[in-house]
């Protein structure tokens, strides 16, 4: 006997067909001899209903009482999956965060998940009983509910499989797995079978939306064995699992994009000590998150241009709080453009093999693919190039590293 | 600084905006002075499509997961009411039901409660933070959580009061109070400016849907002066109290009503001793309830008619439980008609009044009302008629008792 978490979002129990479709599957592997624990979203639509009322009520609105409200989502589908189950047969029951409990830090809208306690859950999961957990909700150290962020189901998921030394924890959603490259661009893209946890990392972090990247690295750090898969088909999904599980690697897995970047530029900064600080403490401040930083070799006048990249929503303050720190920063001009995406090639493979991102410059080189900033890690390159190549250089790249399939 | 419990029912609650208009009403009190606490139902229709997705997913499904899903229609009414309270300037958070905790017998989806800690929210509400509290839930001894039956939320509310030992109950509904009579059919009814615990029993038993008959027993039992009031207008309410609290005592408070009725007959029963058993025993283990009853005196032939009366949606059961039952009671025919009307005088001035039964049926013999089943408590007389004369008798017994207004 194994245990097997299994993750149901939002259109995979979107209604009461669709609760009825993932009770079957469910059954399916109890029926293989697993003991299982489901982990479950609201249906589609119910969280965005709760939230628009939520903002109806008040525009400023305490993010206490936003959970109470937004956690009833993950509620309902609990007892309408155990429901579900029951009428299928199998011994079932739902569990609410404050009944295990699932302990966060009591961060409102946001929280993380500190410990599960998962012992009578799994004791009765010994018995053949099936347990069906509410997702992204937890209790706050004051006993009030907590919910863990937009997506945060996923993270729910792998706590639980966690707490309970699941073998797997396989969250269904409506792709079939991981792919090399979004087959919406990519026609040639194909699923991996097996993915690292470094890898699935970068690539969550670098715009791909099949896992949150707080699950992955929930997931890494507990070494949960995850399975990413779809609820709609029966075909087999992507593994995400330690690197000595991956018998031969490749030198990149997988591209991912971002179109969701803007650069912004501060022509002939001061090259003085602390002038980093100067901008970037204040854009911490104002909750605005920094990815790339190039910072060009000084002029001869002691100036230098420095250039960093931000989320598209956050342009607009960016350059708020960049021009109401000219005094304190000193530059001479602030540039700014939101026509810009980044392009990532990832694989652990790297570590191991030189002139990796040499081909990546060459490949966009020969396409014309002009690269504006470049940021690397040890197992990804990242580049920033104008928006309207993503495309192109997606499909280029796919193919220079060997990516393209039959 | 008294404390008030101010109850809304859905329709009080049915949209974003109706919950701000509760909430303008909340601070009034609370700038008057008052300590509160507001318990809040399901908005308008949300308990419907609840109870909707549970019966789609099983026609017979667990009542404790039943519980789950239904419960949520309260917890996001809670955490909105306390963002309209905040909006205003005012400190108020939502309370669930486990967070109390309110104790239950744990009998799921008509759970009983038994007691309520409210020292923490009592506590909080002396240091003016408004309490918002989800009604119609509670929490099982085995720590899952039960609903209280359909319409609970009143009795949540008066449970609270009497916890919190408030001053009043106030229960907002969409009627102006407790009336003489049905408004509706009777003109000249008048809202009662008191009524007292037994007369509002009687009154809510006996087809007045104004207020739960088992929010009513448990003010009584508690001692919680309860008001009925309009969430929809300003006019003062109906103030349900002691008796003492009355100065002055109608001989008949109101009338009321019940066209779910449905009258049987048992033709030549054996008149021997446990023949009442014999045909009572078996509906009560059908789970049906028996209203009035009536054995006429003995026959030469030592057989009586016995005549009983059920809801109009328990006929069917309970014909078929007396047709099984036919060689253990012994009878030569069974009777029945769902064509009857049951008609109530309700007024603890009975008690020290004669001649009050006799003027109603003097008053329905003028009108040619047949009467065909009466029976009579300390306080109240019914009368079963035919369903077709229920308008005139109103309306003639409301007039005979001097009730109509000007």
Redesign the interface.
């Known amino acids: 006997m194994s245990r097997l978490v299994m993750k149901f979002g939002g259109t995979s129990v979107a209604d ?1 067909g669709r ?2 479709e993932v009770a079957r599957r469910v059954k399916a592997e109890a029926d293989a001899g697993h003991e299982i624990a489901v982990v479950v979203s609201a249906m589609a639509g119910t969280t965005d209903q ?1 939230i628009n ?2 903002a ?3 525009n400023l ?2 993010a ?6 937004v956690s ?1 989502g993950e ?2 589908t ?3 999956m ?3 189950l ?2 299928l047969g199998l011994t079932a ?2 569990w ?1 965060a ?2 295990l409990p699932v302990r966060t830090d009591g961060v409102h809208g946001s929280a993380r998940i500190l410990d599960i306690e998962a012992a009578e859950v799994g004791a009765r999961m010994a018995k053949g009983e099936i347990a069906v957990m509410a997702g992204y909700q937890g209790l706050a150290p004051d ?3 907590t919910t863990i962020g937009r997506g945060g189901t996923d993270t729910s998921a792998v706590a639980l499989a966690a707490a309970l030394g699941a073998e797997r924890c396989d969250i269904y959603t409506d792709v079939e797995g991981v792919f090399t490259a979004d087959p919406r661009i990519v026609a040639k893209a194909r699923k991996l079978d097996k993915i690292t946890y470094e890898e699935m990392l970068e690539m969550a972090s670098q715009g791909a939306k099949v896992l949150q990247t707080r699950a992955v690295v929930m997931a890494m750090n507990h070494r949960v064995r995850v399975q990413v898969l779809s609820s709609f088909s029966e075909a087999p999904g992507t593994l995400v699992v330690d690197e000595d599980e991956i018998v031969e690697q490749q030198i990149v897995s997988g591209i991912a994009y971002s179109r969701d970047e803007a650069k912004i530029t501060l022509r002939r900064v001061a090259d003085r000590p602390g002038v980093a600080a100067a901008i970037f403490g204040p854009l911490a401040e104002a909750n605005i998150n920094v990815d790339m930083i190039v910072q060009n070799v000084s002029e001869d006048d002691e100036t230098t241009d420095l250039t960093f990249t931000v989320t598209e929503a956050d342009l607009d303050d960016a350059v708020k709080v960049i021009n109401g720190a000219r005094s304190e920063i000193g530059y001479e001009e602030v540039l700014y453009d939101n026509g810009v995406a980044k392009v990532s090639i990832i694989g652990v493979g790297m570590r191991s093999h030189a002139g990796v991102a040499s081909r990546m410059f060459g490949t966009l080189a020969e396409k014309g693919i002009n690269i504006e900033v470049i940021s690397t890690s040890e197992i990804k390159v990242s580049v920033l190039i104008n928006e309207e190549y993503t495309e192109l250089a997606l499909r280029a790249l796919h193919h220079a590293y060997g990516l393209d399939g039959a």
Chains 1, 2 share one sequence.
């Open positions: 009461v609760i009825h709760l009322w939520t109806d009520v008040a609105h305490d206490r009482e936003f959970d109470v409200v009833t509620q309902i609990s007892g309408l155990a429901m579900a029951q009428d029951r739902s609410l404050w009944q006993n009030r509910l």
